[in-house]
């Protein structure tokens, strides 16, 4: 009974630790089930840690790209920026050389300009002058005219060219032969020439003789047709300043010998109109003088 009793107590006894270590045992399963699902987990995670380093190793490396890439970028803008500025610069020097011409070529326009425009008052001036020029020798060769009239056409002319007025008398009016004593006819043509001389002041008178080519024989102080050219323009003038309204400063005498003649024929006719004694009228040219003295 005894033994039945121990055997029974050991059964429960049994029982209990049995119960024990099922109750342990289903702990321990839940917690190996938890474990286990903890270490998938955990798996997943390093999984996931592993994907992420990978990620960031990769990061790593396009951000290393990308920094050498920036950096190759600096030295280029730095280098295009610093040619950029150069280039900049010697645009502003290129400019500022072509304003500077500029200026100067305007400054040099303006110039011209203003010596155009003197130029152009001046030539006004210089036609205004010449219109009254050319007015006062049309008046004088009227006048001169009208005071010779009576003797145009018999060794006399009056003519009018460049500007001036020339009144020509051949030797049978003036001279005889080898002569420069003045014929009573012409003496009165240069007396009346002398009264239009008197009232017009501002005319300028050059006297000019002229001879044929024939060679001077005379005798006394004339040795050749220089001489005697000579002595004929001073005989007119002389005979000119016998009028007190005749200033000497006014008259010039010249001979030209037979270097200056109207007809090259070896001809009488031709000789004849050589030997001539030509009073060239000028007006006073003192305001033009002047003006073209500034030029």
Known sequence: MNKYKSLENDYQNLSKQRNELNNKLNTLSRENTAMQSRIQELEARVRDMQALTEECDKLQKELKDLRAMIERLNANY????????????????????????????QQQIEQMQSEMDLRNRRMAELESILARKDSAVNALRAKVSDALLGFEGKGLTVTQKN???????????????????????????????????????????????????????????????????????????????????????????????????????????????????????????DELLNILDNY
């Open 163 to 285: 500007g001036k007025v020339y009144v020509s008398m051949d030797d049978k009016l003036l001279f005889k032969s080898g002569s420069y004593d003045i014929d009573p006819q012409g003496a009165n043509a240069i007396r009346e020439l002398a009264k239009v001389l008197a009232l017009n002041t501002d005319i300028n008178v050059m006297v000019e003789g002229h001879t044929d080519n024939v060679p001077y024989k005379g005798k006394g102080d004339l040795k050749d047709n220089w001489d005697l050219s000579v002595k004929r323009a001073t005989t007119v003038v002389r005979a000119l300043l016998q009028n007190p309204g005749v200033a000497p400063r006014r008259v010039l005498a010249a001979g030209h010998s037979e270097y200056m003649p109207l007809d090259n024929r070896a001809t009488a006719e031709a000789r004849q109109k050589n030997r001539r004694t030509e009073i060239i009228l000028t007006p006073k040219l």
């Open 78 to 105: 730095s280098k295009e920026t610093t040619d950029m500025l150069k280039q900049i610069q010697a645009d502003r020097e290129e400019l500022l050389r072509r304003e500077d011409e500029l200026l100067k070529r």
